[in-house]
């Protein structure tokens, strides 16, 4: 049973607008949560990560926000361009586990 | 500067017939991973080792095996490939109790035909 769960597998965006991935969790005893992104032929490299103890995390054009109470946390890119085309994976741990749960991943096409 | 490399990159292999995926990292990594990639699934881990001389079941283990065979290399065995093993996999490393430093390597895409 998937404990990260992505419910959409693809999103298909404008160039300059907003890119909004959504990642939904059960396990309550996560407390670190990461995004992945993954080129076609390459290994997942990490993007950006946010601890419980935070609401928002924010690296240049990325943003991730977590919402504890509804087990939600997602990542907005703005603005997202051609290079952003790419499968998003979320994951998460738990504290002082050494393991990390993904998702299936999302599939984000950024149009010209 | 490498990073996590596998080998082979693609393999196709018979029903019954054994394998052995190698992963090696030069980044002073204490943890090491194995984890498979299958559409709609997304990566699922199936063994990791937290430490050089340790190594524990993941997600997914039925049907393989693995080696720590010394802080670099963490190599993954499939002793009777299966159809069901078809799917694309990957090595990660990461320092001890850091599990947002995971480097991946590019993956194996495996075949069972």
């Known amino acids: 049973d998937q404990q990260v769960k992505q419910n959409s597998p693809s999103l298909s965006v404008q160039e300059g607008r907003i890119s909004i991935l959504n990642c939904d969790y059960t396990?309550?005893?996560?407390?670190?949560f990461l995004w992945y992104k993954k080129y076609p032929a390459e290994g997942p490299t990490f993007l950006i990560s946010i601890s419980s103890i935070k609401d928002k995390n924010e690296d240049g054009r990325f943003t991730v926000f977590l919402n504890k109470s509804a087990k939600h946390l997602s990542l907005h890119i703005v603005p997202s361009q051609p290079g952003d085309s790419a499968v998003y994976f979320c994951a998460a741990s738990v504290r002082g586990d050494y393991k990390l749960s993904f998702g299936a991943g999302t599939t984000v096409t950024v149009r010209a | 500067n490498a990073g996590v490399t596998q080998t082979p990159k693609f393999q196709v292999l018979k029903t019954g017939q054994s394998m052995t995926l190698q992963c090696a990292q030069d980044?002073?990594?204490?943890?090491m991973y194995w984890y498979r990639q299958d559409p709609g699934m997304g990566l699922r881990l199936i063994y990791y080792?937290?430490?050089?001389?340790?190594?524990d079941k993941g997600e997914v283990p039925n049907g393989y095996n693995v080696s720590r065979l010394n802080k670099r290399e963490f190599s993954l065995r499939l002793e009777s490939a299966a159809p069901s093993q078809t799917s694309v996999y990957f090595c990660?490393?990461?320092?001890?109790?850091?599990?947002?430093?995971?480097?991946f390597g590019s993956g194996t895409r495996l075949t069972v035909v």
């Open positions: 080792s937290a430490s050089e001389g340790t190594t």
């Open positions: 990660a490393s990461s320092e001890a109790g850091h599990n947002y430093g995971y480097t």
């Open positions: 396990n309550s005893m996560f407390d670190y």
């Open positions: 980044m002073n990594h204490n943890s």
